[in-house]
T-cell receptor, first 111, second 114 residues
Framework: DQQVKQNSPSLSVQEGRISILNCDYT??????FLWYKKYPAEGPTFLIS?????DKNEDGRFTVFLNKSAKHLSLHIVPSQPGDSAVYFC??????????FGTGTSLTVIP | DVKVTQSSRYLVKRTGEKVFLECVQD?????MFWYRQDPGLGLRLIYF???????EKGDIPEGYSVSREKKERFSLILESASTNQTSMYLC?????????????FGSGTRLTVV
């Protein structure tokens, strides 16, 4: 059973606008969360992370929000750029070592 | 920069063959992982290892085994390849405590079993 879910398989956004990617999880014991970005024919690359003691973490154009009561995680990209077009995976862990991944959301940023 | 190198980008094997997928990392990471990526299923953990000669089953270990004789190398073995093992295989490595730094992934091996 999928413990980490990304219910939107794809998302299209105009360049310069905000992209919001969502992720839901079922295990309340998860306390570390990561976002990865994957281009075709490449492995995923680490983007940004958050631990359960925080509800927000920012890194440049990327912000991750964590709502523990709703078991919901989101990634905001502002402003979106064509180079952000990729598949985004969220991942969660309660050990800090083994992560459970979502199914991915394919983001297309339209110039 | 940490590099995780997977020996093959594309592989085509016949049903019943024994298949070896090799992964090497160059940054002295303790942890190594094998995932497979399938459409609609995301990344699923097959096996992982926290140290040389140590291995732990992930979520989908059936039909696979692993070997870690040296710290930098983690091999995935398909004992008798089947068509349902056609997939993208991703190797990853990390420091002992992954927290907040994530894994470093290789570029993947696309395996087709015919």
């Amino acid at each position: 059973d999928q413990q980490v879910k990304q219910n939107s398989p794809s998302l299209s956004v105009q360049e310069g606008r905000i992209s919001i990617l969502n992720c839901d999880y079922t295990n309340s014991m998860f306390d570390y969360f990561l976002w990865y970005k994957k281009y075709p024919a490449e492995g995923p690359t680490f983007l940004i992370s958050i631990s359960s003691i925080k509800d927000k973490n920012e890194d440049g154009r990327f912000t991750v929000f964590l709502n523990k009561s709703a078991k919901h995680l989101s990634l905001h990209i502002v402003p979106s750029q064509p180079g952000d077009s990729a598949v985004y995976f969220c991942a969660a862990s309660f050990t800090g070592n083994q992560f459970y991944f979502g199914t991915g959301t394919s983001l297309t940023v339209i110039p | 920069d940490v590099k995780v190198t997977q020996s093959s980008r594309y592989l085509v094997k016949r049903t019943g063959e024994k298949v070896f997928l090799e992964c090497v990392q160059d940054m002295d990471h303790e942890n190594m992982f094998w995932y497979r990526q399938d459409p609609g299923l995301g990344l699923r953990l097959i096996y992982f290892s926290y140290d040389v000669k140590m291995k732990e089953k992930g979520d989908i270990p059936e039909g696979y085994s692993v070997s870690r004789e040296k710290k930098e190398r983690f091999s995935l073995i398909l004992e008798s390849a089947s068509t349902n093992q056609t997939s993208m295989y991703l190797c990853a490595s990390s420091l002992r405590q992954v927290v907040l730094y994530g894994y470093t992934f290789g570029s993947g091996t696309r395996l087709t079993v015919v």
